[in-house]
């Protein structure tokens, strides 16, 4: 499909969210999509990979790629990061720099927009200020001097600034109708119903770290991955009542860590597994058994062979 029923131009393409780490890009992105396609957390980091949320609209296919937080690499893995946003910068058609309304404007988005404006090709750039719900109309309107200001010190050019939250919804419509309006026409790249080319294993190891972010809070967020070693349904089931088993690991890089993950008695280990099968059951719609193991690899952010291993 190329065209409207009414007969206006159908457009489609790429459109990329870049900011510092936990600029609301992964929330944002699921309220786009209408269902959870990238995992989410208030730490830095969350994201370790580019994620595609794919939005069917009448006039048009908006995909949308989240991607990692760019930040000052301390290890292998941020250094890799880094990498992929700059790489995706250069694949899509719109980049939208989340911008949160509850921060400054500081050197790392400086850093962030001036990288954006000396390609040499620049992409066409739009400013998300975030997370609207989280300030007074005082001071997300500094906050719109701010990226004002930003635009005349680097001397870019902003095609639309737009206030959003994607908690309350306000205006997320509005981001999907100027993203979607920048892209050129085009075809549909997504059969209708995908809303995301992850797949299925990938997306249960992000809701397993997921539940252990959520659980640690900050105790050692950046050294958890997750990974799945197995999964498949039970044989011998009858079809009315399948039973999804998967088998995963979480990975830390010491001993002592893994302590810290297991719990006492194996509480927050058992915690972290119920709230990931309840996730994972919500997004396949098949009930699971999930066996949780913690695993050391020591070191394994500063390891490029691990890395390799963890898909990073």
Not at 136 to 160: D, V
Not at 194 to 203: H, S, W
Not at 237 to 247: C, I, N, S, Y
Request: contains cysteine; glycine residues 8%.
């Amino acid at each position: 499909m190329t065209e409207q029923d009414s007969g206006g131009t159908f457009r489609s393409g790429f459109a990329c969210f870049v900011g510092r780490p936990n600029a609301g890009k992964s929330t944002l992105t699921n309220a786009l999509v209408g269902r959870k396609v990238a995992i989410t957390s208030d730490k830095p980091q969350t994201t370790r990979h580019t994620v595609r949320g794919i939005v069917h609209r009448s006039d048009g296919q908006l995909i949308i790629i989240d991607t990692p937080g760019l930040s000052k690499p301390r290890s292998l893995l941020q250094e890799r990061l880094n990498d992929l946003v700059r790489a995706t910068w250069t694949e899509v058609d719109v980049v939208a720099v989340a911008l949160p309304s509850n921060q400054n404007i500081g050197p790392g988005d400086r850093y962030l927009v001036g990288q954006l404006a000396a390609l040499r090709r620049p992409p066409t750039l739009v400013a998300l200020a975030t997370k609207t719900d989280l300030v007074s109309r005082e001071r997300l309107a500094r906050h719109l001097g701010q990226i004002a200001a930003l635009q005349t010190e680097l001397g870019i050019r902003f095609e639309e600034v737009l206030p959003c939250s994607a908690l309350s919804g306000d205006q997320v419509s509005e981001v999907a109708d100027v993203l979607l309006g920048l892209l050129p026409p085009g075809p549909d790249y997504y059969p209708d119903g995908e809303i995301t080319d992850e797949p299925d294993e990938v997306l249960v190891a992000e809701l397993i770290r997921e539940a252990a972010l959520e659980d640690v809070r900050d105790e050692l967020p950046h050294s958890i991955a997750a990974q799945v070693e197995e999964m498949g349904l039970r044989e011998g089931r009858p079809a009315e009542r399948p039973l999804l088993d998967v088998f995963a690991s979480l990975i830390v890089e010491r001993d002592s860590q893994k302590g810290i993950m297991v719990g006492r008695a194996g509480e927050r280990i058992k915690r972290i597994g119920s709230q990931a099968r309840q996730q994972i059951s919500a997004m396949l719609g098949t009930p699971v058994h999930l066996d949780l193991r913690v695993k050391v690899v020591k070191d394994w952010q500063r390891d490029a062979k691990q890395l390799n291993r963890l898909g990073l």
